[in-house]
Every structure is written in structure tokens, then in C-alpha cells.
């Protein structure tokens, strides 16, 4: 089994880490953990594509040495663009069986303006996507 895990540059969400983890210990899988710079055009940016590029960076090294100390061997890798389509292709290209991504950090009213990457995910990956919510959020 081959796990793709999302990193969001936005938002700090270790438990999405923890859930992929739970999972590669429990089937034996593999994973890759994919970050996108989320910067569609630059000439359009309030700041310059490394500013993106760098908190991508950080949001892969987060997840992998996450992984890394509960045991966990994975792959990193920084995207340019769009966030759906770039884990979309990188999940094929790594014929991965599941993606996994945390759920929105964005509030509701940006969710409803802006989209919402893991139901984008889920309406169009063409593979299973497991969305982890906050565990405080999936209590209350």
C-alpha cells in the first residue's frame, strides 16, 4: 500500500501526520509526503515565490520528521502551483492507494469564497481520500 500525506504550508496539523502514521504501522504501507507552494502566478503575489516555496519546505520537513520519530522511513517533496491538482498528479505519479490530508484550516466563510482543498480532493482525485479532522474538533 502507498499513502501520499499532504502537508499543508498554511497550518501546523501534526495529528494528519500522526493518522498517516497510525495507518503505515498498521498495514505496512509506504508514504510520501507532498507540499505545494500554493502560488498559482507569481506576477500576481503579494511576495516572491520563495517566501511560498520556503513554508512548503517547512510543512514537508515537519511531516517527515514527524514520521521519522515514530520510526517511520518517507519521502519528501515540494510542488509549485495549485495545491489540488499538484497532489492529485503527485498521488499518480507515486500510484498511491490513499491520500491523506488534514481537514480545512480556513474559516467557513473563506471555505464557501475560496474552496476547500480536501473536498476538491475528495471530488476529484479518482482514488480514496482520508480527511483527518482535529481531534479536539471530532470530540465536540
Given at each position: 500500500m502507498k499513502i501520499v500525506l499532504a502537508a499543508n504550508p498554511e497550518a501546523d496539523q501534526p495529528w494528519v501526520t500522526d493518522a498517516a502514521a497510525d495507518l503505515v504501522r498498521q498495514t505496512g504501507a509506504t508514504v510520501a509526503v507532498v507540499a505545494?507552494?500554493?502560488?498559482?502566478?507569481?506576477?500576481?503575489?503579494?511576495?516572491?515565490?520563495?517566501?511560498?516555496?520556503e513554508r512548503a519546505e517547512r510543512a514537508r520537513d515537519?511531516?517527515?520528521?514527524?514520521?521519522?520519530?515514530?520510526?517511520i522511513e518517507a519521502t519528501g517533496t515540494?510542488?509549485?502551483?495549485?495545491?489540488?491538482?499538484?497532489?492529485?498528479?503527485?498521488g499518480e505519479e507515486q500510484s498511491a492507494d490513499l491520500i491523506v490530508v488534514g481537514?480545512?484550516?480556513?474559516p467557513l466563510v473563506a471555505q464557501r469564497l475560496l474552496g476547500s482543498v480536501p473536498l476538491s480532493l475528495i471530488q476529484r482525485a479518482g482514488r480514496p481520500v482520508l480527511v483527518v479532522t482535529h481531534p479536539a474538533k471530532a470530540q465536540g
Open positions: 505545494v507552494d500554493e502560488l498559482e502566478s507569481e506576477h500576481l503575489a503579494p511576495m516572491p515565490r520563495s517566501v511560498y516555496t515537519a511531516a517527515v520528521r514527524r514520521l521519522a520519530e515514530a520510526g515540494v510542488l509549485p502551483g495549485r495545491p489540488i491538482d499538484q497532489i492529485i498528479r503527485f481537514s480545512s484550516a480556513r
